[in-house]
């Protein structure tokens, strides 16, 4: 049985607290599956992602955001590769999985 873990709205990291919201433009517009703006402190989601995706992709945002607020480079692939492990240790070994039902679709541009 899967332990279902709720995606706050608002996510802190260090003393920053970022909004995380649905967008259903993000794909069609940048070519992308998530983004984040630090200057408005938004993590956008793409809408119509699969789930498995969405996971990913949003642990993806936040080592971004680590690495912007902690000064670390990474490169995206690295950052995709540790990404994807997490969510393998996640959800394969701990049997995790993220509830998304508290997020707001918000078609921002």
């Not at 402190?41 to 936040?62: F, G, Y």
């Not at 902690?70 to 959800?91: K, M, T």
Request: glycine residues 4%; contains cysteine.
């Amino acid at each position: 049985m899967q332990t279902k873990v709720k995606i706050p709205k608002e996510i802190k990291i260090g003393t920053h607290t970022y909004k995380v919201i649905f967008d259903r433009s993000i794909r069609t517009d940048d070519d992308r599956i998530g983004e984040t703006n630090h200057r408005t402190q938004v993590i956008k989601i793409w809408t119509e992602a699969p789930l498995s995706m969405q996971n990913e992709t949003l642990l993806h945002e936040l080592i971004h955001i680590a690495e912007y607020y902690f000064r670390v480079r990474i490169e995206d692939a690295d950052i995709d590769r540790i990404a994807e492990c997490i969510c393998d240790f996640l959800f394969n070994n701990l049997g995790l999985g993220f509830d998304w039902s508290d997020i707001e679709e918000v078609n921002e541009k």
